[in-house]
Protein backbone atom coordinates (compact mmCIF):
# COMPACT_ATOMS: atom_id res chain seq x y z
CA UNK A 1 0.00 0.00 0.00
CA UNK A 2 2.70 2.14 0.92
CA UNK A 3 4.37 1.60 -2.32
CA UNK A 4 1.42 2.33 -4.25
CA UNK A 5 1.13 5.75 -2.74
CA UNK A 6 4.51 6.47 -3.51
CA UNK A 7 4.25 5.44 -6.84
CA UNK A 8 0.83 7.33 -7.46
CA UNK A 9 -0.03 10.18 -5.45
CA UNK A 10 3.54 11.61 -6.20
CA UNK A 11 2.79 11.43 -9.84
CA UNK A 12 -0.36 13.06 -9.57
CA UNK A 13 0.80 15.75 -7.28
CA UNK A 14 3.02 16.45 -10.02
CA UNK A 15 0.18 16.61 -13.10
CA UNK A 16 -1.75 19.11 -10.87
CA UNK A 17 1.11 21.43 -10.45
CA UNK A 18 1.96 20.55 -14.19
CA UNK A 19 -1.34 21.84 -15.08
CA UNK A 20 -1.35 24.97 -12.98
CA UNK A 21 1.96 25.62 -14.78
CA UNK A 22 0.56 25.60 -18.19
CA UNK A 23 -2.66 27.52 -17.22
CA UNK A 24 -0.94 30.62 -15.86
CA UNK A 25 -0.63 33.17 -18.35
CA UNK A 26 3.03 34.06 -19.80
CA UNK A 27 3.85 37.83 -20.46
CA UNK A 28 6.91 39.34 -20.77
CA UNK A 29 7.65 42.49 -19.56
CA UNK A 30 10.57 42.83 -22.39
CA UNK A 31 10.19 45.95 -24.06
CA UNK A 32 9.04 45.74 -27.64
CA UNK A 33 10.15 48.69 -30.29
CA UNK A 34 7.18 50.36 -32.13
CA UNK A 35 8.50 51.40 -36.10
CA UNK A 36 10.37 54.84 -34.61
CA UNK A 37 12.51 52.23 -32.94
CA UNK A 38 11.30 53.58 -29.11
CA UNK A 39 10.17 51.14 -26.82
CA UNK A 40 6.78 50.28 -26.06
CA UNK A 41 4.76 47.81 -23.63
CA UNK A 42 4.20 44.27 -25.25
CA UNK A 43 1.08 43.16 -26.58
CA UNK A 44 -0.12 41.52 -23.33
CA UNK A 45 1.07 44.39 -21.00
CA UNK A 46 -0.64 47.40 -19.96
CA UNK A 47 1.19 51.15 -19.83
CA UNK A 48 0.41 52.86 -16.58
CA UNK A 49 -2.41 55.62 -17.51
CA UNK A 50 -3.33 59.20 -16.38
CA UNK A 51 -7.30 57.38 -16.13
CA UNK A 52 -8.84 53.77 -16.63
CA UNK A 53 -10.54 55.31 -20.10
CA UNK A 54 -10.52 57.71 -22.66
CA UNK A 55 -12.48 60.52 -23.69
CA UNK A 56 -12.35 60.47 -27.58
CA UNK A 57 -13.83 63.35 -29.11
CA UNK A 58 -11.54 63.30 -32.69
CA UNK A 59 -11.71 60.31 -34.13
CA UNK A 60 -11.56 60.53 -37.67
CA UNK A 61 -12.77 57.79 -40.50
CA UNK A 62 -11.63 56.88 -44.50
CA UNK A 63 -13.17 55.00 -46.58
CA UNK A 64 -14.75 54.37 -49.57
CA UNK A 65 -17.37 51.93 -49.21
CA UNK A 66 -17.28 49.78 -51.93
CA UNK A 67 -15.38 50.71 -55.10
CA UNK A 68 -17.26 48.24 -57.21
CA UNK A 69 -20.77 49.83 -55.77
CA UNK A 70 -19.57 53.25 -56.58
CA UNK A 71 -18.58 52.38 -60.05
CA UNK A 72 -21.38 50.75 -60.39
CA UNK A 73 -23.98 53.36 -58.94
CA UNK A 74 -21.92 56.24 -61.17
CA UNK A 75 -22.01 54.20 -64.71
CA UNK A 76 -24.58 53.88 -67.13
CA UNK A 77 -26.41 51.11 -65.94
CA UNK A 78 -27.84 52.95 -62.48
CA UNK A 79 -27.06 56.40 -63.91
CA UNK A 80 -26.55 57.65 -60.25
CA UNK A 81 -24.83 59.64 -57.73
CA UNK A 82 -24.17 59.93 -53.61
CA UNK A 83 -24.31 63.05 -51.80
CA UNK A 84 -23.05 63.47 -48.60
CA UNK A 85 -24.11 66.11 -45.77
CA UNK A 86 -24.27 66.88 -42.04
CA UNK A 87 -20.78 66.41 -41.47
CA UNK A 88 -19.94 63.72 -43.76
CA UNK A 89 -17.49 64.48 -46.78
CA UNK A 90 -16.14 62.46 -50.17
CA UNK A 91 -12.90 63.37 -51.66
CA UNK A 92 -12.09 60.92 -54.15
CA UNK A 93 -11.98 58.00 -53.65
CA UNK A 94 -12.97 57.83 -50.00
CA UNK A 95 -15.62 58.80 -47.80
CA UNK A 96 -14.78 60.89 -44.19
CA UNK A 97 -16.23 61.32 -40.68
CA UNK A 98 -14.64 63.29 -38.42
CA UNK A 99 -14.67 64.79 -34.89
CA UNK A 100 -16.29 61.48 -33.56
CA UNK A 101 -16.74 60.86 -30.19
CA UNK A 102 -17.48 58.74 -27.11
CA UNK A 103 -15.86 56.70 -24.58
CA UNK A 104 -13.63 53.84 -24.27
CA UNK A 105 -12.67 51.75 -21.46
CA UNK A 106 -9.79 48.64 -21.98
CA UNK A 107 -10.47 48.61 -25.44
CA UNK A 108 -14.88 48.82 -25.10
CA UNK A 109 -16.80 51.19 -25.94
CA UNK A 110 -18.84 53.34 -28.70
CA UNK A 111 -17.31 56.10 -30.90
CA UNK A 112 -20.23 58.18 -32.88
CA UNK A 113 -20.49 60.45 -36.23
CA UNK A 114 -22.33 62.78 -37.32
CA UNK A 115 -22.88 62.65 -41.32
CA UNK A 116 -25.29 61.04 -43.75
CA UNK A 117 -23.95 58.92 -47.08
CA UNK A 118 -26.84 59.11 -49.16
CA UNK A 119 -26.73 56.66 -52.85
CA UNK A 120 -29.59 57.38 -55.44
CA UNK A 121 -29.72 55.36 -58.53
CA UNK A 122 -32.07 53.86 -61.47
CA UNK A 123 -34.43 56.91 -61.85
CA UNK A 124 -34.73 56.60 -58.06
CA UNK A 125 -35.74 53.02 -57.26
CA UNK A 126 -32.39 52.93 -55.57
CA UNK A 127 -32.37 55.98 -52.55
CA UNK A 128 -30.65 54.44 -49.68
CA UNK A 129 -29.61 56.59 -47.10
CA UNK A 130 -26.54 55.45 -44.17
CA UNK A 131 -26.64 57.91 -40.88
CA UNK A 132 -26.15 57.83 -37.39
CA UNK A 133 -22.37 55.78 -38.03
CA UNK A 134 -21.22 54.53 -34.92
CA UNK A 135 -18.23 51.93 -34.22
CA UNK A 136 -18.85 49.55 -31.27
CA UNK A 137 -15.93 47.90 -29.59
CA UNK A 138 -16.11 44.86 -27.32
CA UNK A 139 -12.38 44.47 -26.72
CA UNK A 140 -11.77 41.69 -28.66
CA UNK A 141 -9.96 41.65 -32.10
CA UNK A 142 -13.98 42.19 -33.76
CA UNK A 143 -15.73 45.74 -34.15
CA UNK A 144 -18.96 46.28 -35.17
CA UNK A 145 -19.76 49.25 -37.70
CA UNK A 146 -23.44 50.25 -36.95
CA UNK A 147 -25.37 52.68 -39.50
CA UNK A 148 -29.32 53.63 -39.72
CA UNK A 149 -30.27 52.87 -42.80
CA UNK A 150 -33.85 53.74 -44.48
CA UNK A 151 -34.79 54.54 -47.92
CA UNK A 152 -35.35 51.97 -50.40
CA UNK A 153 -33.22 49.44 -51.80
CA UNK A 154 -31.52 48.66 -55.02
CA UNK A 155 -34.76 46.36 -56.02
CA UNK A 156 -36.81 49.20 -54.65
CA UNK A 157 -38.01 47.64 -51.62
CA UNK A 158 -38.94 50.09 -48.25
CA UNK A 159 -36.44 50.06 -45.70
CA UNK A 160 -36.04 51.94 -41.99
CA UNK A 161 -34.27 50.18 -39.84
CA UNK A 162 -32.16 51.67 -36.69
CA UNK A 163 -28.68 50.78 -35.63
CA UNK A 164 -28.50 47.84 -37.62
CA UNK A 165 -25.04 45.87 -36.97
CA UNK A 166 -24.09 46.59 -40.70
CA UNK A 167 -20.78 45.40 -40.97
CA UNK A 168 -17.49 43.45 -38.37
CA UNK A 169 -14.05 45.28 -38.80
CA UNK A 170 -10.93 43.21 -37.98
CA UNK A 171 -9.18 45.72 -35.25
CA UNK A 172 -6.55 43.36 -34.49
CA UNK A 173 -4.12 45.55 -36.15
CA UNK A 174 -4.74 48.41 -33.90
CA UNK A 175 -1.64 50.42 -32.83
CA UNK A 176 -1.56 53.08 -30.11
CA UNK A 177 1.57 55.07 -30.26
CA UNK A 178 2.38 58.87 -28.63
CA UNK A 179 -1.32 59.22 -27.73
CA UNK A 180 -2.77 58.08 -30.75
CA UNK A 181 -4.41 54.76 -31.42
CA UNK A 182 -4.44 54.17 -35.74
CA UNK A 183 -6.32 51.13 -37.74
CA UNK A 184 -4.98 51.25 -40.94
CA UNK A 185 -6.79 49.64 -44.12
CA UNK A 186 -8.66 46.96 -41.56
CA UNK A 187 -10.64 44.30 -43.18
CA UNK A 188 -14.58 45.13 -43.42
CA UNK A 189 -17.58 42.33 -43.94
CA UNK A 190 -21.16 42.95 -44.37
CA UNK A 191 -22.92 41.05 -41.80
CA UNK A 192 -26.53 39.47 -42.11
CA UNK A 193 -27.89 42.46 -40.54
CA UNK A 194 -26.31 44.81 -42.85
CA UNK A 195 -27.40 42.76 -46.17
CA UNK A 196 -31.02 42.55 -45.15
CA UNK A 197 -31.23 46.07 -44.46
CA UNK A 198 -29.09 47.48 -47.38
CA UNK A 199 -29.33 44.69 -49.84
CA UNK A 200 -27.66 44.06 -53.20
CA UNK A 201 -24.84 42.33 -51.14
CA UNK A 202 -25.05 38.96 -49.53
CA UNK A 203 -23.67 38.21 -45.78
CA UNK A 204 -19.81 37.68 -46.05
CA UNK A 205 -19.12 40.39 -49.08
CA UNK A 206 -16.11 42.61 -48.33
CA UNK A 207 -16.19 46.00 -48.49
CA UNK A 208 -13.49 48.58 -48.70
CA UNK A 209 -10.73 48.38 -45.99
CA UNK A 210 -11.29 51.35 -43.26
CA UNK A 211 -8.66 53.22 -41.71
CA UNK A 212 -9.95 54.92 -38.27
CA UNK A 213 -7.78 57.39 -36.06
CA UNK A 214 -8.29 58.67 -32.60
CA UNK A 215 -6.75 59.97 -29.77
CA UNK A 216 -5.89 57.11 -26.74
CA UNK A 217 -3.80 55.61 -24.70
CA UNK A 218 -2.76 52.08 -24.24
CA UNK A 219 -4.95 51.36 -20.85
CA UNK A 220 -8.10 52.61 -22.22
CA UNK A 221 -7.21 50.91 -25.91
CA UNK A 222 -4.70 47.93 -25.32
CA UNK A 223 -3.67 46.50 -28.72
CA UNK A 224 -5.32 43.07 -29.17
CA UNK A 225 -3.34 40.40 -27.66
CA UNK A 226 -1.90 37.42 -30.54
CA UNK A 227 -4.64 35.17 -31.51
CA UNK A 228 -2.24 32.46 -30.92
CA UNK A 229 -1.39 32.49 -27.78
CA UNK A 230 -4.66 30.50 -26.62
CA UNK A 231 -3.54 28.23 -29.37
CA UNK A 232 0.14 27.60 -27.67
CA UNK A 233 -1.26 27.45 -23.39
CA UNK A 234 -3.82 24.92 -24.96
CA UNK A 235 -0.58 22.77 -26.94
CA UNK A 236 1.35 23.21 -22.97
CA UNK A 237 -1.46 21.87 -21.40
CA UNK A 238 -1.94 18.69 -23.58
CA UNK A 239 2.06 18.62 -23.60
CA UNK A 240 2.58 18.67 -19.95
CA UNK A 241 -0.12 16.14 -19.66
CA UNK A 242 0.83 13.57 -21.82
CA UNK A 243 4.41 13.97 -20.34
CA UNK A 244 3.01 13.33 -16.96
CA UNK A 245 1.04 10.53 -18.05
CA UNK A 246 3.96 8.79 -19.52
CA UNK A 247 5.82 8.78 -16.55
CA UNK A 248 3.28 7.55 -14.70
CA UNK A 249 3.03 4.68 -16.83
CA UNK A 250 7.07 4.50 -16.42
CA UNK A 251 6.45 4.56 -12.48
CA UNK A 252 3.64 1.90 -12.19
CA UNK A 253 5.72 -0.70 -14.79
CA UNK A 254 8.94 -0.22 -12.65
CA UNK A 255 6.46 -0.90 -9.12
CA UNK A 256 5.19 -4.06 -10.44
CA UNK A 257 8.44 -4.96 -11.71
CA UNK A 258 10.29 -4.64 -8.42
CA UNK A 259 7.28 -6.11 -6.49
CA UNK A 260 7.25 -9.10 -8.78
CA UNK A 261 11.32 -9.59 -7.71
CA UNK A 262 10.51 -9.35 -4.27
CA UNK A 263 7.46 -11.80 -4.48
CA UNK A 264 10.02 -14.36 -6.08
CA UNK A 265 12.85 -13.72 -4.11
CA UNK A 266 10.42 -14.79 -1.26
Not at 58 to 79: C, F, M, P, Q, V
Not at 143 to 165: H, I, K, R, W, Y
Not at 178 to 204: I, K, N, Q
Request: aromatic share 6%; with cysteine; proline share 5%.
Amino acid sequence: MRGLNVCVLGPAALIVTAVLIALTPMTSNAAVLDAAGTPSAPADVTLAADSDSCDVTDAAITWGLKESLRSYISGTIANGEWAVSDGATYETPNFGWTAGSGQLDAGSGTLAFDGSLRLTGHDGILDTTLTGLEIVFDGSTTANLVFDVFGTTQEGLPVNESAVEFATIDVSGITVADGVATLAGAPVVLTEAGSEAFGTYPAGEEFDPITVTFSANPECMPQPQDGNQALLSALIIVGAIIAILVAIAIVLILGRRRRRKRAAAM
